[in-house]
């Protein structure tokens, strides 16, 4: 246990905490679905192209996602949302 004397309220802390466990569940589902776990170039530059593209093709398919789950016409097994914490 940490005791850490902080301006923010205890509601806040738990807040951030869950902010943070949804960020982190984003940034796995990029290196996990997009292959995006390891960088192998040797210039930063063609790594954070690599890293920009990632992330074009990740907010595409989340588009994409999120669009189909709107129309009406398509059968679906059960209802479909995304978890959040």
């Not at 807040?15 to 960088?39: H, N, P, T």
């Not at 669009?67 to 097994?77: A, C, E, N, T, Y």
Request: aromatic residues 12%.
């Amino acid at each position: 246990m940490w005791d850490v004397n902080t301006e923010f309220s205890d509601r806040d802390v738990i807040a951030i905490y869950r902010a943070y466990g949804k960020s982190e569940q984003f940034y796995s589902e990029v290196k996990m679905d997009l292959c995006a776990e390891q960088f192998l170039f040797e210039k930063f530059g063609t790594d954070e192209l690599v890293l920009d593209l990632i992330h074009l093709a990740y907010n595409l398919l989340r588009a994409i996602g999120q669009l189909s789950v709107g129309i009406r016409d398509i059968m679906m097994k059960r209802l479909v949302k995304r978890c959040i914490f």
